[in-house]
C-alpha cells in the first residue's frame, strides 16, 4: 500500500511589516525587559528580580537566621523551578554575592562553605555549600505574610511571588547596587545603615528637607572593606544632590618600623571591588617594569585579615612620596562611581538624589504598615464575629446542643435561631467539648475585650497620617539600633581624608628611575637618549643628509626646556624621549611647534637660572628661568616677536657686562643693569643695526673679561682693558670686532 497523502496546509496569511518598525518595537521591548527584570533595582527594597525571587524562595524554604542550614542546590534548585527560569549558574552567582561580607556591607544570606574570597577565588559549587537567611534578610520579609506588599502570578502561573518586599531595612543605599541596562546604568556604593535612619528619621520630621541637609548625618559610603574617601566635601554634596558623581577611595596603610633605621609599608584595607590578587601582581609587574623606582618588593602576608607589605628601595625614601606613586599607578586607588538610577514606584527608572532615595523608602513603609494595619483589621474583625458566636453558643449551651442532635441540618436552624452568621455558625458547630468548660467563656471575654481594644487603636492609626508616620519612626528606630555604631556590623569602617599635597614635580620624578643618560639633537631636530654620560660620539649614525647639532648630560628624571625661534619655550621630560636604537624621532612629535619655527637653544631646566634672550632685531630683556616653564604641548610664549623677526640668542645671566654681537661683526659691551627683566614682552634694543641683525649674546663678569670657544672648541679670552673700544651704551651700533670668530657666534652654551 502507498503512503497515505495528506492534503497540503494553506498557507497561513502573512503580513508586511517595515524591517525599521519590526526592530523597534523588538528591541524596545527587550530593552524594558532588561531595565524592570534584571538591571535596575527597585527604589523601595533596594532589590533587583533575582535578589527578591532568592530571599522569597528561602523564606518558603524556612531558611530563618536560626534556623539550620540548607544545601545551596536546593534553593537554587526551588528558586529556579518556581521563579527565576533563568539557569542555575545565573541564581548561585547572585546568592554567593548577597553572602560575600566583603562585597555586600549587609549581607543577606549566611553562607556555609566556600562563598569565594577577595583574592578573587571563585565559590565551591553549589552541592558543597549551605545557607540560610540573615537578620538583615528576615527585616526585608516581615510583614510579607500579613499582605504587606501585593503579589502576582510567577512566569507559569502556577503561584505567586511578591512584587516587592517589605522592605523594612534600608537596603538599596545600605548594600548599594551595580548594574548595566539598555541605554543606562546604576551604580550605588553602599552606605552606613545608622546613618541612613538617622537622616530617614529628619526627614520623617521635616519632609521637605534637601539631600544637602542630610548629608548632616550620611557622611558618605561605607564600604565593606573599609578605604580612606579622598574627596572634597563640595563634591560630595554635588553626588548626593544630583544622584550623579564619584568617590575617590584609597587603600590604609602604616608604616611599621623595623631593625636599623628600615621600615615597611602595610596595607591593611583595600578599595572595595577590588580583588586583591589581580592587585599585588599589577604591583609586581610595575616594579619589574621599572614604573616604580621607590618600591623595591611587594609581598602578600594576609590571613582572614588583609595585610600586603611594601617594602621601599631604600631607607631614604619619603614613604607619602612612595604611596603616591602606587596611589597612581594601581588600584590602591580606585574611583567609584555613583549614578542613583532606580525604579521609582517600580516602574519608572530615573536618577534621584539621597533625599528622594530615602522619600521613596519611607513612603514604601508607610504603604506596607497601612496595608498590614488593614490586614490585621480583617483577622480581629474576624475573630471578634467568631468569639460572638461562641459567647451566644454559651448563653444558650443547652439549646444548641439539642438543634445540633436533632436536626438533620444544624446549620441553617441555628442561623435562624439565633440569628448568627455563616461564620459564626461554622465555628459553633467546629467547636471542640473541651471548649465547653466554663473557664473557656471567660477567656473568650477577656480575648474579646484586648481585641477590640486594639481594633480601636489600627481604626485611629488608619484614620491618622501622623500616627502613620510615627508608627514608621519606630520601626526605624529599631533597625537603627539594631546596626547602631556600637554594633560589630553597624560600626563605620570607611573614613574620610583631604589627598595629602606633594610637589608635582616630585610625584612625577617618583614614576621614572633616576638614570644618568646624554640627549643627542641633530641638525635637522631629531632626538634620542643614549645611556650613560658619553663623551665621544663620532660612532652615532644619523639619517642622510644630517648630522650632530649639539648633546648634553642629563638624567632620566630631567626636564628639558627648548627655546624655539617663534620665542616660546617648550617644556619635555627625558624619559618620555626615544632611546639610542635607530635615529631618535622629531621633536616635534613631542611638542606642538610650528613648521617655520626651528630650535635656538634645548637645555636641562635646573631652575632658578636668569637668562638674557634675545631676537634678530636686536631686542632682548631678562627672564627668570621659572616663568619659562610651560604645562602644556603648545609652550608658552615669552619673547614677543613678528615674522621675519624671531627669538635668534639666548645665555645664562652670570655676570655685569653684557657684550652683544651682530651678523655685520660689530660688537658693543654696555653694564647689564641696562637691560630690564621681564616675563614676557618684546624687550628693550640692545645694538643698533642698519642692514644687519643680531648674531649673539654673552654675560660675563668684567674682573674675569669675556671668553668664547672657536669652531674647533678651542677658548679664547680678553680682559676688559683689550675690550675699552667696544665699551659703550645699550642700543650702541658698537665697532668690528677684531679677533673675535668670524662665525659672529661666542659659543659659550647655558652654564
Known sequence: MGKRQLPPEEPAEIHEVPLRDALEERYL???????????????????????????????????????????????????????????????????????????????????????????????????????????????LLEGIDEDG??????????????????????????????????????????????????????LIEKPDAKSKALLKWVKGPDFPTGG???????????????????????????????ARGTWVIVVTEIPWLVQKSRLVEKISELIDQKKLPLVGDVRDESAEDIRLVIEPKSRNVDPELMMESLFRLTELESKISLNLNVLVKGKIPKVVGLAECLREWLDHLRDVLVRRSNY?????????????????????????????RTEDEPKPVLMKTFKLTEVQADAILNMRLRSLRRLEEMEIR??????????????????????????VGEQVRKVRDMFGPKT??????????????????AI???????????????????VRTL???????????????????????????????????????????????????GHGEPIRMFIDMEQDAAIVSLFVNKGGRKFLIASSEGQGFVVNEDDCVGTTRKGKQVLNVDMPNEARAITTVAGDTVAVIGTNHKMVLFPLDQVPEMARGRGVRLQKYTSAELSDVAVFESKAGLTWKDSAGRDHGMSMKELSDWRGSRADAGRLAHGLPKSNKFNRGLE
Open 488 to 505: 560589630p556590623l553597624g560600626k563605620r569602617r570607611t573614613t574620610f581624608a583631604d589627598a595629602p599635597e606633594h610637589d608635582l614635580a
Open 228 to 258: 580612606i574617601v579622598v574627596d572634597s566635601k563640595e563634591a560630595i554634596i554635588e553626588a548626593y544632590t544630583t544622584g550623579r558623581g564619584a568617590f575617590r577611595t584609597r587603600a590604609r596603610w602604616t608604616q611599621e618600623e623595623g
Open 149 to 202: 506588599v501585593e503579589f502576582r502570578a510567577n512566569y507559569d502561573g502556577q503561584s505567586k511571588e511578591p512584587v516587592v518586599l517589605p522592605g523594612g531595612f534600608p537596603n538599596l543605599l545600605a548594600n548599594g547596587s551595580q548594574g548595566i541596562a539598555v541605554g543606562m546604568a546604576t551604580s550605588i556604593p553602599p552606605h552606613n545603615a545608622a546613618e541612613l535612619c538617622d537622616a530617614a528619621l529628619h
Open 376 to 404: 490585621r483589621k480583617g483577622q480581629i474583625e474576624n475573630r471578634l464575629e467568631i468569639l460572638g458566636g461562641y459567647l451566644i453558643a454559651y448563653l444558650n449551651i443547652d439549646k444548641v446542643i439539642k438543634i445540633i
Open 29 to 139: 521591548a527587550y530593552a524594558l525587559s532588561t531595565i524592570m527584570h534584571r538591571a535596575l533595582p527597585d527604589a523601595r527594597d533596594g532589590l533587583k528580580p533575582v535578589h527578591r525571587r532568592i530571599l522569597y524562595g528561602m523564606r518558603l524554604l524556612n531558611l530563618n537566621p536560626n534556623s539550620p542550614f540548607k544545601k545551596s542546590a536546593k534553593i537554587v534548585g526551588d528558586v529556579m523551578g518556581s521563579f527565576h527560569p533563568h539557569g542555575d549558574q545565573a541564581i548561585y552567582d547572585a546568592m554567593v554575592r548577597l553572602a560575600q561580607d566583603f562585597a555586600s556591607r549587609y549581607p543577606l544570606v549566611d553562607g556555609q562553605g566556600n562563598f569565594g574570597n577577595i583574592d578573587g577565588d571563585n565559590p565551591a559549587a553549589y552541592r558543597y555549600t549551605e545557607a540560610r537567611m540573615t537578620d538583615v534578610a528576615r527585616l
Open 531 to 581: 645611556k650613560g654620560h658619553v663623551a665621544d660620539l663620532s660612532g652615532l649614525a644619523f639619517k642622510t643628509d644630517d648630522k650632530l647639532d649639539h648633546a648634553f648630560f642629563a638624567e632620566t628624571t630631567s626636564k628639558l626646556l627648548l627655546f624655539a625661534t617663534n620665542g616660546k619655550f617648550y617644556s619635555l621630560d627625558v624619559a618620555k624621549l626615544p632611546g639610542g636604537r
Open 508 to 526: 612625577e620624578e617618583a614614576f621614572v628611575e633616576r638614570e644618568p643618560v646624554t640627549v643627542v639633537i641633530s641638525e635637522k631636530g631629531w
Open 446 to 471: 477577656t480575648e474579646d475585650k484586648d481585641l477590640r481594644k486594639e481594633l480601636k487603636g489600627i481604626e485611629a492609626l488608619l484614620r491618622s497620617e501622623t500616627e502613620q508616620w510615627a508608627k
